[in-house]
């Protein structure tokens, strides 16, 4: 995380540090949303003025193209927004996954953006096209495409901070963004040098990377909506977790299901069998309570005396 964003992050979000807390998950997606649909006005305005200033019809269509992702930045606000909402009857562990439908639609949305930059990227290869413009309008272009990077930097490393593939697909519409200016820019720069067509196949190969983007952010979110396994690396945090309480003999069983912000795990120990009902409970609140303050992570906790797993065993030495 670079110094601005944790600067803007320590003038904007109280306790920012604790991105476990649900409440800062959420002013976390809010500071995104608004640092996005902000930025993306004053750019889309610049890029208006300046077009019109300077008779570009690349850079007005570049500001109606800035101007409709605000869009999607309203989409990451709306889903946090819901996600927030406290467990009621219908949703007893929250609408924590509305998240991942933010995300889908985001995704769906930098695929049209995607299959938009290569439609007019093969028919610029087939048919041509005349690139007006001057060094003025590329270096406007490359200073707006280095905005909308550092946008993309500060969806991604909120997003990472936070575990949020909402923020991180919203990146990548800043990121496209980047690219477009950018390629309007080399455009310009490679039909005042004598090679016109030289943006149509950077557009092509740069239109595969967001389709491949869009895509793998619909299928990651689609699995989580469908309930995909648990991560390798939180479920050996756990196991460790229950192996350092003491009187737990063996675990099985452990399964985590993920509501976007809250996370509940449901595992089996085994304890000795000559136990009391009362120690035995005692342990098992030592381990939801082990497993809470190190993973982050709410747990249901079954008992059973050791021997009764059905060869399911994962003895402990203790």
Known sequence: ???????????????????????????????????????????????????????????????????????????????????????????????????????????????????EFAGKSIDRVIHGAEVKGNSAVVLVLLLIGSAKEWMARFAIGLGRAIGSPALQADAWHHRSDAIASALVAVSIASASAGYPSADSFLGILVSALILYTGAKLALSSASSLMGENVDPGLASRITEVVRSVNGVRGMHGLSVHDYGGVKIASLHIQVKPEMSVSESHMIAAAVKYAVLGTASVECVVHVEPDGESGGQLAPLDH
Do not use: C
């Open 1 to 115: 995380m670079d110094l601005i964003t944790e600067w803007i992050l320590r003038r904007f979000v109280r306790d920012y540090g604790n991105t476990s807390d649900p409440n800062v998950r959420t002013k976390y997606g809010y500071l995104e949303a608004w640092v996005s649909i902000a930025g993306n006005i004053v750019i889309a305005a610049i890029n208006l003025l300046l077009g019109f200033s300077l008779n570009s019809i690349a850079l007005i269509a570049q500001s109606l193209h800035t101007a409709s992702d605000v869009l999607t930045s309203v989409v990451v606000l709306i889903g946090f927004s819901a996600a927030a909402r406290p467990p009621d009857e219908r949703h007893p562990y929250g609408h924590g996954r509305v998240e991942s439908v933010a995300t889908l639609v985001i995704a769906v949305l930098l695929m049209v953006v995607g299959f």
